[in-house]
């Protein structure tokens, strides 16, 4: 079964990944950015889901924390905001998707699938 961090820090949105993904995926969410790198010591996923801003903390800091440990370097992510230019910013720190907030199931699942498949 593929494995999918989500780092989300609403849990409206959280729950729904839950219950979208909880049944297909190996699925673990955190909701701060202090357990991400705790979480991946034991749980190293295939796909990262990444909201913007986990509090204070933007999703560009966190993928360059990951990124300084070599066999997380490669995981990919998709970035998940409903910031106005979520384009730009996926292409700035190099995202391998994005969402746009507020996302459809379909979307998630077909984004997923192109990542995972």
Do not use: Q, W
């Not at 990944?17 to 673990?28: C, N, P, S, V």
């Not at 970035?79 to 190099?94: K, N, P, V, Y």
């Amino acid at each position: 079964m593929k494995k999918i961090l989500c780092i989300e820090d609403d849990p409206d949105i959280g729950d729904v990944i839950e219950l979208a993904l909880g049944d297909l995926y190996d699925l673990r969410i955190i909701t701060t950015t202090k357990e991400v790198m705790e979480t991946m010591k034991v749980f190293v996923p295939d796909l990262i889901l990444l909201d913007n801003y986990i509090g204070t903390v933007e999703a560009a800091d966190v993928m360059k924390e990951i990124r300084t440990v070599e066999h997380l370097r490669t995981i990919p992510f998709i970035l998940c905001s409903g910031h106005a230019d979520i384009s730009s910013i996926a292409a700035d720190i190099s995202a391998t998707a994005y969402l746009e907030k507020p996302f459809d199931l379909a979307e998630l699942y077909a984004s997923i699938d192109r990542i995972l498949i």
